[in-house]
């Protein structure tokens, strides 16, 4: 059983940075894959980022890539956000979410039927 709890959102400026963290309980934090979602109001639930879980490899989506970056500690159990340039269209609720099966692409991590355990989230709003 893994819990997942989200921290650092909140109400910021376009151009601003907010980092996001996710904390998470359990002795084998390492044997997940992680992956930061978000959903827009109105919106369906879309990836934002993947991290594997022991070798660090990084996926993350078009919309965000060269803004946000996904960094994990497996010593700390935990997984982190950094987004910077913030833009209006990045306001969401973020959700963190572990994965216990191996994923070797895409089709496989952006899934959300894929994820185990889910966070409660945490609002991002960004204003222009």
């Known amino acids: 059983q893994v819990q997942l709890v989200e921290s650092g959102g909140g109400l910021v400026q376009a151009g601003d940075s907010l980092r996001l963290s996710c904390a998470a309980s359990?002795?084998?934090?390492?044997?997940?894959?992680m992956a930061w979602f978000r959903q827009a109001l109105g919106k369906e639930r879309e990836l934002v980022a993947f991290i594997g879980r022991s070798t660090g490899r990084t996926y993350h989506a078009d919309s965000v890539e060269g803004r946000f970056t996904m960094s994990r500690d497996n010593a700390k159990n935990t997984v982190d956000l950094q987004m910077n340039s913030l833009k209006p269209e990045d306001t969401a609720v973020y959700y963190c979410a572990a994965n216990r099966d191996y994923c070797s692409g895409y089709e496989c991590f952006s899934r959300e039927s894929n994820y185990e355990y889910w966070g409660q989230g945490t609002q991002v709003t960004v204003s222009s």
């Open positions: 359990g002795p084998t934090f390492s044997a997940y894959g």
